[in-house]
């Protein structure tokens, strides 16, 4: 089990987790997680309860992660108390994470002017691009596409004002509805009106741009 980051070398996760195989929309989710602490002592294991308190508990949701689901992460926090039944050199407890949303690891696409991907998982998710601007150029726009009855539509679309030069590192960031150049802020400058920023959504999508993008985000099931 990673948590944050972090994994605890004086931490066994035992069989008998659970998580939830589905859930409905705004629905909390939980995963209970059984564990075994390994330790030397008395105060050895008030140590280690001290030190699982600064890693578990926090105000925001930390990625979770599973070894036997080496595709998923989990985004969660632990909101209730661990009881321990302890033993000379161990301990056993339950960790409950409340999650509210499951998704994959990082995916990657690059859009080289105009590409066609399927995108799994159960909802729309968000999306990142990397525009690394090899010549100089005059404007930038990205399209996302998905397939009507008869014809493709656009589902997305983001156009900037902007006159890039060569080596200019263009970012743009859904979730913040955040536009960079090298590192600045420049949203309220350059994203003009006939931008629209849409969640990507699954199934098939048809990308185009007018540079080489490189185009990140996560499948997410809940």
Known sequence: ????????????VLRGRTRPAWTSKGELKFVKVPVLIKHDGFTDL????????????????KKLEFHDEPNRLYLAKVES????????YWAEGEIEFICKEKYSKEKYLLVNLTSTNIIGGYRSTNWKTK??????QSGYEIIFKSPGKTELHDIGKIKLNYNFIAGDVLQI???????????SDITNAVVILQSNFMKL????????????TEFYYNERFY
Do not use: C
Not at 46 to 55: T, V, Y
């Open 173 to 183: 960031d859904y979730s913040k509805r955040k536009v960079t150049v090298n590192g």
């Open 81 to 88: 108390e661990m009881r321990l039944e302890e033993y000379s």
């Open 1 to 12: 089990m990673i948590f944050n980051g972090i994994q605890k070398d004086y931490i066994t």
């Open 201 to 212: 959504p699954i199934g098939q999508v048809e990308f185009s741009a007018n540079h080489n």
């Open 131 to 136: 525009t690394t601007f090899a010549t100089n």
């Open 46 to 61: 008030q140590r280690k309860k001290e030190d699982m308190a600064g890693w578990l508990i926090h105000e925001e949701y």
